[in-house]
C-alpha cells in the first residue's frame, strides 16, 4: 500500500499566524510520531501517539504546539503564533505498534517568514 | 537512551563494501541498536535494527560486539545512490533519537 504522506509539502507563513500540518500514517499503524529537523541536524522528537491518544509529548517545545489524531488514524500538528525559529522540516512517521521500525514521510518544510 | 558517536563524514568507492562504525558504550540490556538513513530532501529510511545478534537483510548487514558497545553497518557493494546521512540510534522508549549521523558519500 501507500506510504505515509504529508501535506502540505511545503507551507510558507507569516509570523505571528496560525498553521496546520497534516500526516496520513500506512493504513493500520497504531503508532504515529512526529519529528522536526531543522537544517544540518537530526531529526528532533517532538510526539508520539499509540491510537488515539498522545503517549509521550515531552518533545513538544512549548505551549505553542499541539497535536491530535482523534480517530487513531491523520494526525495533525498545530503551531499557534509562529516564529521564525518554527522554521524547519516537519516529519511525520508510522508503525506497527511502538516497537517497530518506524515508516517516515516526505515532510512537511515550514517557513515562517 | 544511549548516546551513539559517529564519524562526521566516510567516503567510498562505487562497488567497494562501505563499512558504517557507531559507539554506543552505555547502551542497556534492553536496547536495540537501529540504523535509518536519509538521503537529500527525502524522510529517514529505515534500514535494519539488532538487539545482540548480528543481522543481515536485503539491504546491509549489521555487527554487533559482544560486548554491544559498538556496533558496524556494512553496505556490501556500495553505489551512488548510498550517498546519504546514516543515523545510529539505541532504541529504547518508542522515539527515536537521533544524533548528527555519519554523511556517506560514495565515489564513482
Known amino acids: 500500500g501507500a506510504g505515509v504522506s504529508q501535506t502540505p509539502s511545503n507551507k510558507v507563513t507569516e509570523k505571528g499566524k496560525y498553521v496546520e500540518l497534516r500526516c496520513d500514517p500506512i493504513?493500520?499503524?497504531?503508532?504515529l510520531y512526529w519529528y522536526r529537523q531543522s537544517l544540518g541536524q537530526g531529526p528532533e522528537f517532538l510526539i508520539y501517539?499509540?491510537?488515539?491518544?498522545?503517549?509521550?509529548d515531552s518533545g513538544l517545545p512549548n505551549d505553542r504546539f499541539f497535536a491530535v489524531r482523534p480517530e487513531g488514524s491523520v494526525s495533525t500538528l498545530k503551531i499557534q503564533r509562529t516564529e521564525r525559529g518554527d522554521s524547519a522540516v516537519y516529519l511525520c512517521?508510522?508503525?506497527?505498534?511502538?516497537?517497530?521500525?518506524?515508516?517516515f514521510g516526505p515532510g512537511t518544510r515550514l517557513t515562517v517568514l | 537512551d544511549a548516546k551513539t558517536t559517529q564519524p562526521p563524514s566516510m567516503d567510498c568507492a562505487e562497488g567497494r563494501a562501505a563499512n558504517l562504525p557507531c559507539n554506543h558504550s552505555?547502551?542497556?540490556?534492553?536496547?536495540?541498536v537501529y540504523w535509518y538513513r536519509q538521503i537529500h530532501s527525502q524522510g529517514p529510511q529505515y534500514i535494519i535494527h539488532?538487539?545482540?545478534n548480528n543481522e543481515t537483510n536485503e539491504m546491509a548487514s549489521l555487527i554487533i560486539t559482544e560486548d554491544r558497545k559498538s556496533s558496524t553497518l556494512i553496505l556490501p557493494h556500495a553505489t551512488l545512490r548510498d550517498t546519504a546521512v546514516y543515523y545510529c540510534?539505541?532504541?529504547?522508549?518508542?522515539?527515536?533519537?537521533f544524533g548528527q549521523g555519519t554523511r556517506l558519500t560514495i565515489n564513482p
Open positions: 540510534i539505541v532504541k529504547g522508549a518508542q522515539k527515536l533519537v
Open positions: 493504513s493500520g499503524h497504531t503508532a
Open positions: 501517539f499509540q491510537g488515539t491518544g498522545a503517549a509521550d
Open positions: 512517521a508510522s508503525s506497527w505498534d511502538g516497537n517497530n521500525e518506524q515508516f
Open positions: 552505555t547502551i542497556s540490556g534492553n536496547e536495540y
Open positions: 539488532g538487539l545482540k
